[in-house]
Nanobody, 120 residues
Framework: QVQLAESGGGLVQTGGSLRLSCAAS????????MGWYRQAPGRERELVAT???????VYADAAKGRFTISRDNVKNTVYLQMDSLKPEDTAAFYC??????????????WGEGSLVTVSS
Protein backbone atom coordinates (compact mmCIF):
# COMPACT_ATOMS: atom_id res chain seq x y z
CA GLN A 1 0.00 0.00 0.00
CA VAL A 2 1.15 3.52 -0.77
CA GLN A 3 0.27 6.70 1.08
CA LEU A 4 0.54 10.26 -0.21
CA ALA A 5 1.00 12.93 2.45
CA GLU A 6 0.32 16.50 1.34
CA SER A 7 1.32 19.69 3.06
CA GLY A 8 1.60 23.41 2.40
CA GLY A 9 -1.94 24.54 1.74
CA GLY A 10 -3.50 27.52 3.46
CA LEU A 11 -4.86 31.03 3.11
CA VAL A 12 -3.04 33.62 1.04
CA GLN A 13 -3.88 37.00 -0.45
CA THR A 14 -4.16 37.67 -4.17
CA GLY A 15 -0.70 37.85 -5.68
CA GLY A 16 0.84 35.74 -2.94
CA SER A 17 2.65 32.42 -3.11
CA LEU A 18 2.31 28.96 -1.64
CA ARG A 19 4.34 25.79 -1.98
CA LEU A 20 2.64 22.42 -1.83
CA SER A 21 4.52 19.23 -1.05
CA CYS A 22 3.49 15.61 -1.41
CA ALA A 23 5.55 12.70 -0.14
CA ALA A 24 4.82 9.13 -1.18
CA SER A 25 5.57 6.33 1.24
CA UNK A 26 5.03 2.59 1.36
CA UNK A 27 6.11 -0.28 -0.84
CA UNK A 28 7.33 1.49 -3.97
CA UNK A 29 9.52 0.19 -6.75
CA UNK A 30 9.36 3.40 -8.77
CA UNK A 31 7.00 6.23 -9.58
CA UNK A 32 6.37 7.11 -13.19
CA UNK A 33 4.29 10.23 -12.94
CA MET A 34 3.51 12.51 -10.04
CA GLY A 35 1.33 15.53 -10.20
CA TRP A 36 -1.33 17.84 -8.90
CA TYR A 37 -5.00 18.18 -9.67
CA ARG A 38 -7.46 20.58 -8.13
CA GLN A 39 -11.17 20.75 -7.51
CA ALA A 40 -13.03 23.98 -6.82
CA PRO A 41 -16.47 23.96 -5.20
CA GLY A 42 -19.12 22.89 -7.69
CA ARG A 43 -16.57 21.98 -10.35
CA GLU A 44 -14.93 18.81 -11.58
CA ARG A 45 -11.39 17.84 -10.66
CA GLU A 46 -8.93 19.23 -13.19
CA LEU A 47 -5.28 18.84 -14.04
CA VAL A 48 -2.83 21.42 -12.70
CA ALA A 49 0.54 19.90 -13.58
CA THR A 50 2.31 16.56 -13.84
CA UNK A 51 5.96 15.55 -13.97
CA UNK A 52 7.62 12.31 -15.05
CA UNK A 53 10.53 10.60 -13.34
CA UNK A 54 12.92 12.17 -15.88
CA UNK A 55 11.61 15.66 -15.18
CA UNK A 56 9.29 16.24 -18.13
CA UNK A 57 6.47 18.52 -16.99
CA VAL A 58 3.01 19.27 -18.33
CA TYR A 59 0.96 22.25 -17.20
CA ALA A 60 -2.65 23.23 -17.58
CA ASP A 61 -3.09 26.56 -19.34
CA ALA A 62 -4.25 28.15 -16.07
CA ALA A 63 -0.98 27.15 -14.41
CA LYS A 64 1.50 28.10 -17.13
CA GLY A 65 3.80 30.93 -16.15
CA ARG A 66 2.65 31.01 -12.52
CA PHE A 67 3.09 27.48 -11.15
CA THR A 68 6.21 25.32 -11.17
CA ILE A 69 6.20 21.60 -10.52
CA SER A 70 9.32 19.79 -9.38
CA ARG A 71 10.22 16.42 -8.00
CA ASP A 72 12.76 14.67 -5.79
CA ASN A 73 12.98 11.06 -6.94
CA VAL A 74 15.09 10.01 -3.96
CA LYS A 75 12.49 11.28 -1.51
CA ASN A 76 9.51 10.28 -3.71
CA THR A 77 8.25 13.82 -3.25
CA VAL A 78 6.60 16.24 -5.64
CA TYR A 79 6.33 19.99 -5.12
CA LEU A 80 4.13 22.68 -6.59
CA GLN A 81 5.35 26.25 -6.28
CA MET A 82 2.42 28.58 -6.87
CA ASP A 83 3.07 32.28 -7.48
CA SER A 84 0.84 35.18 -8.44
CA LEU A 85 -2.14 33.40 -6.95
CA LYS A 86 -5.63 34.52 -7.91
CA PRO A 87 -9.00 34.03 -6.18
CA GLU A 88 -9.97 31.60 -8.95
CA ASP A 89 -7.12 29.33 -7.80
CA THR A 90 -9.09 28.60 -4.64
CA ALA A 91 -9.59 24.85 -4.56
CA ALA A 92 -8.67 21.59 -2.91
CA PHE A 93 -5.39 20.44 -4.45
CA TYR A 94 -4.87 16.69 -4.75
CA CYS A 95 -1.54 14.94 -5.18
CA UNK A 96 -1.36 12.06 -7.66
CA UNK A 97 1.18 9.30 -8.17
CA UNK A 98 1.42 6.53 -10.75
CA UNK A 99 3.33 3.84 -8.85
CA UNK A 100 5.08 0.65 -9.93
CA UNK A 101 4.97 -1.79 -7.05
CA UNK A 102 7.28 -4.71 -6.24
CA UNK A 103 4.99 -7.13 -8.09
CA UNK A 104 5.56 -5.16 -11.27
CA UNK A 105 2.07 -3.75 -11.61
CA UNK A 106 1.11 -0.08 -11.81
CA UNK A 107 -1.47 1.59 -9.66
CA UNK A 108 -2.62 5.17 -9.19
CA UNK A 109 -2.87 6.81 -5.81
CA TRP A 110 -4.36 10.08 -4.60
CA GLY A 111 -3.72 12.24 -1.60
CA GLU A 112 -6.52 13.43 0.65
CA GLY A 113 -6.38 17.00 -0.61
CA SER A 114 -4.86 20.22 0.61
CA LEU A 115 -7.05 23.32 0.69
CA VAL A 116 -5.76 26.49 -0.93
CA THR A 117 -7.76 29.66 -0.39
CA VAL A 118 -6.85 32.90 -2.14
CA SER A 119 -8.54 36.00 -0.77
CA SER A 120 -9.25 39.02 -2.91
Amino acid sequence: QVQLAESGGGLVQTGGSLRLSCAASGIIRSIYVMGWYRQAPGRERELVATITSDGSAVYADAAKGRFTISRDNVKNTVYLQMDSLKPEDTAAFYCYADVLNLRGSRQSYWGEGSLVTVSS
